[in-house]
């Protein structure tokens, strides 16, 4: 039986690599696509001139689909009180690194709801797949990137996201569970979080929309993805899978944290970026650890200081302050060749399904 969404997508296995921003690179999405599922890059931490130099990278690479996702989060308001209180907060680590904190914390990135520039790069490059997190754009962007042609997804993490994102129509939602690595997909960072775990979420949305759902969240083999298309998604996202593939940008202490299979564990933290995100537990996260929401600096410009802190220690020989994101399967994963994971977590869903 032909699966609508593959056909849709250009793919043939129901396989998708996460955009992971920040880890993932063209060579990544690449080696991906060319093994038959979609590759991914995460541009929503770039400006639109590296993006373009990104998506021209993977274009050199293949001539397959891929996937371009950006950040659709609420623009930050100005808190210059709070900030200023994270930066004094933080002030006596840096200091036992011999550093010291920004003065002020700058926006690092920029969110597509207004980033104009990258709106108009996407409408020139017309890349196959966009897909949003944080929550989706304008109706006027949608209906521009729609008809230049662009098939669109967007992160939900529960039923209420999803009806919006159908009502939006997007080509198809990815159904967030609490178990994923990296940024909690939520719109409203401000509102209580269901939690929903990836098999709830997945077969709450495959029932009730009308758009095909892709199932992301703790899934790291082919008995994962296999689960998931049991309860109705139409295909698997996998982030924290293919970290360890020597195609990404993972550093060799991500590397090495993410394979040390007795000791590895994830907890969510809000500390390093402004908004929850579930990373590998490290010195990072247990600072965080028992600090208000409130003290902490909004999303993104947390980040400005997080990745000064990161650096600062980093320079000193500690790697325990780095943003190592990560989802509860991360014992599970492997360091293997893109192409060649995929092709192992094809033929291990094809004999959980009884179809090898």
Aim: aromatic share 6%.
């Amino acid at each position: 039986m032909v699966n609508p969404l593959l056909r849709k997508l250009g793919i043939t296995l129901p396989i998708i690599q996460a955009p992971m921003a920040g880890t993932s690179t063209p060579a990544l999405a690449a080696a991906v696509s060319n093994a038959g599922g979609l590759g991914s890059i995460g541009v929503g931490a770039m400006t639109a001139e590296a993006a373009g130099k990104n998506i021209a990278a993977v274009r050199a690479a293949t001539n397959l689909p891929f996937n371009v996702n950006v950040f659709c989060h609420r623009p930050p308001v100005p808190d210059p009180a709070r900030e200023a209180a994270w930066i004094k907060h933080l002030s006596p680590t840096f200091a036992q690194y011999g550093a010291t904190p920004p003065a002020a914390l700058r926006e690092v990135y920029k969110s597509f709801v207004n980033d104009e520039a990258m709106f108009a790069l996407f409408l020139k490059e017309r890349p196959a797949i966009v897909s949003f997190h944080f929550g989706l754009p304008s109706p006027v962007k949608i209906a521009a990137l729609r008809g230049a042609g662009i098939l669109l997804l967007a992160g939900v993490t529960n039923l209420y996201e999803a009806r919006a994102a159908e009502a939006a129509d997007v080509d198809a939602v990815v159904a967030q569970g609490y178990e994923a690595g990296g940024h909690r997909g939520v719109f409203d960072p401000g509102a209580p979080d269901e939690r929903l775990g990836t098999l709830a979420l997945t077969r709450l949305l495959a029932s009730s929309l009308s758009v095909p759902v892709i199932a992301a969240g703790g899934i790291m083999d082919g008995a994962g993805i296999a689960a998931v298309m049991t309860l109705g998604a139409s295909a698997a996202q996998l982030g924290t899978a293919f970290v360890a593939c020597p195609e990404t940008d993972a550093d060799a202490a991500y590397r090495a944290a993410l394979l040390d299979k007795e000791n590895v564990r994830t907890v969510i933290t809000t500390a390093i970026s402004g908004r929850p995100a579930r990373g590998i537990a490290n010195r990072f996260t247990a600072l965080g650890a028992d600090v208000p929401d409130s003290l902490i600096a909004p999303y993104p410009m947390a980040y400005d200081a997080g990745k000064a802190l990161n650096a600062a220690a980093k320079a000193k020989g500690e790697t325990g302050f780095a943003a190592q994101w990560a989802g509860q399967g991360a014992a599970l994963a492997r360091a293997l060749p893109a192409d060649t994971l995929v092709a192992v977590l094809h033929a291990e869903m094809e004999r959980a399904l009884g179809l090898a």
